[in-house]
């Protein structure tokens, strides 16, 4: 069984006193939860001071980023070690934010998803197909080559560590969500994907998030789906009540 993820991306947003703020209510919104995951990526200024307050409550956090290298003049980056050293237990990869204004690469996220293996992080890997791409009918194609490209080389038991996530660039902050049969069958592919290059022990255990216009009236719908096994969540993560009333997505 696949164990329900959501996870906030607060991209770009909120103080380290918002931030904690944030979370000291969505302990007290979420309680202890049993059958789901819930994560925080918030930016890293905030990260310290909300692992802090998150300690003992069963929330997770990560963060949205990170380089490759261990060390050494890369003005501006942050390594993984870093990340591990305040605890931290995911790392978003790939978002198509980076990958568009940033002009990341796949190669860049390979090696990004191999140093956070590397460090014992679990990687979030954010593949996507932009609006044309789908319009063309090469969406599968487009995903087919993330995937590969992201995750070459890796071995079983890291691509176990691994969650993926769909995030059609289309429907990122448009508020036009992929419908739920359009993520379940992307989601179906990425499974196939996963089974023909790692196993089927991978293809059944990966989880495989949606993100993209995520909100309380669409999340049970998505969740509904087979192969929905979670969501990645941005504008809607960064208010308290409705992403509480999206991580208490109803099955
Ligand atoms: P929105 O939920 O704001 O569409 O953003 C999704 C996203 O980019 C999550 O990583």
């Not at 791409?133 to 194609?141: N, Q, S």
Request: glycine share 8%.
């Amino acid at each position: 069984m696949r164990i329900p993820i959501i996870a906030g991306n607060w991209k770009m947003n909120k103080t380290t006193a918002e931030a904690v703020t944030f979370v000291q209510s969505l302990k007290k919104e979420l309680g202890q939860l049993s059958d789901r995951l819930c994560v925080i990526c918030p930016p890293f200024t905030a990260l310290l001071s909300v692992a802090q307050e998150l300690k003992g409550s069963g929330i997770e956090w990560g963060a949205q980023n990170l380089f490759w290298e261990t060390e050494g003049a890369f003005t501006g980056e942050i390594s993984s070690r870093m990340l591990k050293e305040i605890g931290a237990s995911y790392c978003i990869l790939g978002h198509c934010e980076r990958r568009k204004i940033l002009k990341e690469t796949d190669e860049m996220v390979h090696r990004k998803v191999k140093k956070a293996l590397a460090e014992g992080l679990s990687p979030i890997v954010c593949v996507g197909e932009r609006l044309e791409e789908r319009e063309k009918g090469i969406t599968f194609d487009v995903i087919k080559s993330q995937v590969t490209q992201d995750l070459e080389g890796l071995k079983k038991e890291e691509v176990l560590r691994c969650v993926l996530a769909y995030e059609p660039v289309w429907a990122i902050g448009t508020g036009r969500n992929a419908t739920p049969l359009q993520a379940q069958e992307v989601h179906a592919f990425i499974r196939k994907l996963l089974g023909e290059q790692f196993g089927e022990e991978a293809a059944s255990k990966v989880r495989i998030q949606y993100g993209g216009s995520v909100k309380p009236d669409n999340i049970d719908e998505l969740m509904a789906e087979d192969d929905v096994d979670g969501a990645l969540v941005g504008g809607a993560s960064l208010d308290i009540k409705s992403f509480a009333r999206i991580v208490n997505f109803k099955v």
